[in-house]
């Protein structure tokens, strides 16, 4: 079978896709997600080849509150020897499912910005010095980038019963918006009572038969993701396609990656 992300974005070149393996906004405790000036936890996700103990990459999601008392977001991507791959700012401002976002990809040339208003998502992306730009409608439940977590807590009573939540998922590159249902399933390698495990997929019957699932778990008592199964949202110099990684996230305390 095919990956949800290859049928999705059919990429034509090395630009990050952003498809869901970075969308943590922080491992706020229910106490901290009461309390919009509270930083969240930091958060170190590391990428491993599927099946295997092959680190590929490292990424760091680092939390700070502005002047205006806003939540920012920079996640910082390297490679397994510590050097510079990628770097992105999300602005949530009072959108938490639809953030601004600013990436860079420093190791393929290549950068990415949505913005995103009541009604309409602009994006602009640049590849060797040269600017596309497009504007869509926007729809709704809308969710962009880093805005899938905020999405899942919204909904965690629904999930937990083992409700299905639909809504719109922009792919940036595309320039297109894909409606996407997400479904708890059975935890195959973690405690059901302790964990919620869910299936991302498309939202529709036909495709759902071609294209594999991305697979979430996460922990209950603070409603945070652990572990990300699917293809990975980065594009590897020297690989036509993106590998399948096991993504495992955990809180730190300061900016060590080791």
């Given amino acids: 079978m095919n990956s949800l992300y290859k049928i999705l974005s059919r990429r034509s070149s090395a630009l990050l896709t952003l498809l869901l393996a970075t969308t943590l906004y922080g491992t706020a405790t229910n106490a901290e997600q009461e309390n919009a000036l509270t930083k969240p936890t930091n958060v170190l996700g590391e990428a491993f080849r599927q099946g295997s103990d092959q680190l590929l990459y490292r990424e760091l999601h680092?939390?700070?509150?502005?002047?205006?008392?806003?939540?920012e977001h920079q996640v910082t991507y390297t490679q397994p020897d510590g050097s510079a791959w990628a770097e992105k700012q999300i602005r949530y401002h009072d959108r938490a499912t639809a953030p601004d976002f600013e990436l860079t990809d420093s190791l393929n040339r290549e950068s990415l910005k949505v913005?995103?208003?009541e009604s309409m998502i602009k994006v602009a992306h640049t590849q060797t010095d040269k600017t596309q730009e497009h504007q869509l409608d926007s729809k709704s439940?809308?969710?962009?980038?880093?805005g899938f977590d905020p999405f899942v807590r919204q909904h965690w009573q629904s999930l937990s019963h083992g409700?299905?939540?639909?809504f719109f998922f922009l792919l940036p590159r595309r320039e297109k918006l894909v409606e996407l249902r997400l479904t708890p399933q059975s935890c195959s390698d973690f405690e059901p009572d302790h964990y919620l495990c869910l299936a991302l997929e498309i939202n529709n019957w036909?495709?759902?038969?071609?294209?594999d699932p991305i697979e979430l778990t996460y922990q209950?008592?603070?409603?945070?993701?652990?572990?990300?199964?699917g293809v990975s949202n980065l594009s590897f110099p020297g690989e036509e396609d993106s590998p399948q990684v096991d993504i495992r996230y955990r809180p730190v305390t300061d900016t060590a990656t080791h």
Wanted: overall charge negative; aromatic content about 6%.
């Fill in 220 to 229: 209950r008592d603070e409603r945070r993701l652990i572990r990300y199964l």
């Fill in 115 to 117: 913005t995103v208003t």
């Fill in 163 to 166: 409700n299905s939540e639909t």
């Fill in 206 to 211: 036909l495709l759902r038969m071609l294209v």
């Fill in 62 to 71: 680092e939390y700070a509150i502005d002047s205006n008392g806003e939540l």
């Fill in 141 to 146: 439940p809308l969710v962009v980038d880093a």
